[in-house]
């Protein structure tokens, strides 16, 4: 039996029934969802066929075309682009040309210039093919502007037509997960351009010795961004973006009155630090870039109710992972090399774990009937090149824009050890918090706070875009609670993410012994199925708690 003949004898699995199958509006049915149906999806989607469904590859595209035929035999009406299951999604690799990249500090005879790859890093550029600026330079702190903290790095001073410099991180005066939000480099980039900055350079005290070790590695590899006319509006004005190592960062200090590491002081105590540098910078960069589309698949189950149909609950999770290594076991896409003989990253627990629990939430749905409100599965591009598919599809999506009323997401479900607990990351912020404590109640299971909040876990799903277009989300993932002994504690989920995470032993019946329980997989679609359900029959529809950072930055225009 040839490849794809075993292929498609595994995926029979998925016409499995659900045992509680009867049309219920019971408020105590619970869901029976085959852990059979969900150890078939993951072995296809975590197959060595998918080649680890690398952005833009022939592995990605497979895993596509099951998804969409899945959609298509459980019974979900197409929802992507031009009536059918594929939601467009262009895409871009972009890679740096390493020796026109330039950045010079000053001018005459002082001036210095620093070596691109050393202690200069001059990268890529999503819009611009090449680029030229010559401007003064202001130091802007965090590059933060936070006036519900009353904090505000560009209180006092004047970027207009500039290039401000600013240190990566954020004041430690916010939530976990804001902080995530407010150091993510978007949110920088929005700041500065709103501010009217025509470029940033983000300083580093890492001496250059230490920083040309990934500073050669940035200027020379490519990178997978969305295309041109789907990059992030700040990109348009801020036409070159740098990072420097210590010297470069002192040398921006020179004629300031003040050192660079007096600077990191005062900012780090808390005290105002941003003021202009009294230097001129020039910066060039040049962008080689090649096109491609890879999809979103987005299939519907219409709502029941007349009143409500018309509101729409989107439930995603990531297809894509990270492809392969090369012969030396180095991945553009992240895969970390611990097994030279295998060179595929499967990705069975990321993110093939959640795509097989959406694809048995759907079928559940259809057999017990369609809810109030509408509900919508998208299985997403790109995340592992950052959250790419979802920032496309939030901000371009494939229904009205305003009808999307919550987002409930699924990303690596780390079953492989038995769960007393789900972290749903983003929670605490709606009425979505109580509905999740309710559906994972009713399995024996509790709801926990971030364990891990230095992860900065709440940006790094794509839940995140849908909050950033102010519409209620949640994360849900594995918590690290165990009735086992031996996975108390994150142990599980740690030793997982330790061992096993982007890794080639992320697969099935993996020879490192990962054991992947497909009962807890099980057990994980039946809480997601009741958190949909709930979401999706209530009378009200989702709502950001008051005074939500989140809800007020976001949610205020919806």
């Avoid at 895409?91 to 330039?102: E, F, L, R």
């Avoid at 901000?395 to 990303?411: G, I, R, S, Y």
């Avoid at 780390?414 to 918090?433: C, K, N, P, Q, T």
Wanted: aromatic share 8%.
């Amino acid at each position: 039996m040839n490849i794809f003949a075993r292929l498609a004898t595994a995926s029979l699995f998925a016409f499995l029934p659900a045992t509680a199958c009867a049309q219920s509006s019971d408020e105590a049915f619970i869901p029976d969802i085959p852990s059979e149906n969900i150890e078939a999806h993951i072995r296809f989607l975590a197959h060595d066929a998918m080649a680890g469904r690398a952005s833009g590859s022939d592995g990605y595209a497979i895993a596509a075309n099951y998804v969409a035929s899945q959609y298509r035999l459980i019974g979900l009406e197409p929802a992507g682009d031009n009536g059918g299951y594929f939601a467009d999604v262009p895409m871009q690799i972009v890679t740096p040309v390493a020796d026109t990249g330039t950045l010079v500090i000053g001018e005459g005879e002082n001036a210095v210039e620093l070596v691109n790859g050393e202690g200069l890093i001059i990268s890529a550029h999503p819009v611009l093919d090449e680029s030229a600026v010559t401007a003064e330079v202001v130091f802007v702190g965090y590059g933060l502007s936070m006036p519900h903290h009353d904090y505000d790095d560009y209180e006092g001073v004047d970027v207009e037509g500039r290039i401000v410099a600013y240190f990566g991180g954020a004041p430690d005066i916010m939530p976990s997960d804001e902080r995530s939000h407010q150091q993510r480099a978007s949110t920088k980039r929005e700041t500065a351009a709103a501010h009217g900055a025509i470029g940033y350079i983000q300083l580093s005290a890492t001496p250059e010795a230490q920083y040309a070790g990934f500073a050669s590695r940035l200027v020379a590899n490519p990178d997978i961004m969305l295309a041109p006319a789907a990059a992030e509006p700040a990109y348009n004005q801020l036409q070159v973006a740098a990072g420097v190592a210590l010297e470069g960062a002192q040398a921006l200090f020179a004629n300031s009155g003040t050192t660079f590491e007096e600077a990191a002081e005062r900012l780090q105590s808390g005290e105002p630090a941003s003021l202009p540098l009294n230097i001129t910078v020039s910066m060039t960069q040049q962008t080689n870039r090649e096109l491609y589309t890879d999809h979103n698949i987005v299939g519907m189950i219409p709502g029941s109710d007349p009143e409500l149909a018309d509101e729409i609950v989107v439930l995603t999770a990531h297809l894509d992972h990270i492809g392969i290594t090369d012969a030396d076991g180095v991945s553009m896409t992240g895969c970390r090399s611990n097994n030279v003989e295998d060179r595929i990253c499967n990705g069975a627990v990321d993110n093939a774990s959640g795509s097989a629990i959406m694809l048995e939430t759907a079928r559940t749905f259809i057999q017990t009937g369609a809810p109030r409100r509408s509900l919508l599965f998208v299985a997403l591009a790109a995340e592992e090149q950052g959250l790419l598919g979802s920032e496309y599809f939030a901000t371009h999506p494939t229904v009205p824009a305003e009808a999307m009323v919550a987002n409930v997401n699924l990303d690596m479900p780390v079953i492989v050890y038995e769960f007393d607990d789900v972290i749903a990351f983003g929670a605490e912020r709606s009425s979505l918090g109580p509905i999740a404590e309710r559906a994972a109640a009713r399995h024996g299971v509790t709801i926990s706070p971030d364990p891990i909040p230095e992860q900065n876990l709440f940006v790094r799903s794509d839940h995140y875009n849908f909050v950033r277009q102010g519409i209620p989300s949640v994360f849900l993932m594995t918590g690290f609670s165990s009735p086992d002994p031996r996975w108390d504690e994150g142990e599980g989920f740690m030793g997982f993410l330790n061992t096993h995470y982007h890794r080639q032993s992320d697969e099935p019946d993996s020879d490192e012994e990962m054991v992947i329980l497909y009962e807890q997989g099980a057990k994980f679609a039946n809480i997601n199925f009741l958190i949909a359900r709930e979401i999706a029959n209530n009378d009200e529809p989702p709502a950001w708690n008051e005074g939500d950072f989140f809800g007020e930055f976001y949610g205020a225009d919806r």
